[in-house]
C-alpha cells in the first residue's frame, strides 16, 4: 500500500503540472516539499490529514491514494517532435494513463475482454508502396471498403482501440501506445479541426499497425505514417477516380469537393496526389508556397468543411450500461466519469 500512495501523491502531482515547492505552497505549508519527496519516495507515510489536503490541492478525491494500479503504457509516441514543455509532456501521459486504467476498469465490471489483433502486422514496411498494400488489406480485411470513412473515431473503437481525446495545448497533436502491453491506444487533440482529428487518428493508427523494415530513420516512418493516414481516408483507387491519373493542375474546387465527401484536408490530398504521382513534385511545391502565403487556406478557414462527428462515446456508453444495470452504483459511475455526482445524475436521467 505505501507503493501505491507514493506513486499515486507523484502522479497527481505530475497530472497537475506542480512542482514539488508549488505543490507545498497551494497546501498553505501543510507540509514541505521535502517531505512530499519523501511521500513520494515511499520513505514516509502521509497522515489522514496531509492526504485530506493532498487531496484538496490536486483535486482528486482521497481514495485516488489508494487505488491499485493495473495499467502499464509502453511505447507512447508524439506524431511530431512535442514543443510542449517537458512537464505537459509528462502531465500529458499521466492523463492518458488515468483515463485508460478507468476504461478497463469499467470493462472488468462489465466482463469485456478485449482482444485485439493486427491482420497486417506481418506485412514488412519499407516505402510508399508498402504502405499502400498494407492499408488495401486493411481495409479488405476489415470489410469497410473503398469510399468515405464515415466516423473514424467509432470505427477504431469498433475495432476494440482505445481513443482518448484531450483538451490539449494546440502543440499536442496526438499520441499512440499499448496498456498492459496488448490494448492499443489513441489520444488526440479535441481541439482540432474535424480533418485533422481524422487525420491524427489514423496517424495514431499507423504508428500502431505497421511493422517497419529495422533500418528506417524516424523522420521517414513519421511521412509512412502520413501516407498511412492519407491513404486510409482516400486509397489509392479512389484518388484515381476522383482526380485521374495524371494531371498537370488541379482545381481548388476539386480539393473543397473531396474535403467535404471524404473528410480530409487539402493539403493532405495534394499529398496524396504528389505520392502517387498524379502531380510532380514541382507542382506540389508550387502548391506548398501558395498555401504558406495564404494564411485562411493554410488553416483551410472557408474553404469547405466536413459535415460528420468524430467524437469518442464508447466509454460513456458503456458507463451508461453499467449503470442502468446496476452493476456499478451512481456514485461509482460518477468517479469513472470523473464528475459530481449530481451532474452525472442529471445525464445520466436525460439518456
Known sequence: MKDIIAKRIKSARTLSGLSLRELSEKMHGVVSHNAITKYEQGLMMPDSK??????????????YFFRPYTVNIENIEFRKKSKLPKKEVSAIKEKVTDSIAKYIELEQFLNISSNFINPIKNIIIKDGDDVEKAVDS??????????????????????????????ADENFDGLSGWANDSVPVIVINT??????????????????????????DQKLIEKLCHRFAGAMLIPKETVFHELGESRKKISLSELIAIKETYGISIQATMARARD?????????????????????LKKEIGFGQYVGK????????????????????????ANLA???????????IEI
Not at 285 to 296: D, G, K
Open 50 to 63: 496531509v492526504l485530506l489536503a493532498l487531496a484538496h490541492a490536486l483535486s482528486v478525491k482521497p481514495d
Open 138 to 167: 486493411l481495409l479488405t480485411h476489415w470489410k469497410i471498403g473503398f469510399n468515405a470513412l464515415p466516423n473514424v473515431i467509432e470505427l477504431l473503437e469498433d475495432k476494440e482501440i482505445k481513443v482518448i481525446e484531450l483538451d
Open 191 to 216: 481541439n482540432f479541426s474535424i480533418e485533422r482529428k481524422r487525420f491524427t487518428a489514423l496517424h495514431e493508427l499507423g504508428h500502431l499497425l505497421l511493422s517497419f523494415q529495422s533500418d528506417l
Open 276 to 296: 502517387l504521382k498524379i502531380i510532380g513534385n514541382d507542382r506540389y511545391i508550387q502548391f506548398c508556397i501558395s498555401v504558406n502565403r495564404n494564411e485562411n
Open 310 to 333: 468524430e467524437k469518442s462515446s464508447r466509454f460513456k456508453q458503456l458507463l451508461y450500461r453499467a449503470t442502468a444495470e446496476e452493476i456499478i452504483s451512481m456514485s461509482k459511475a
Open 338 to 348: 470523473n464528475q459530481k455526482l449530481a451532474t452525472f445524475r442529471d445525464e445520466f
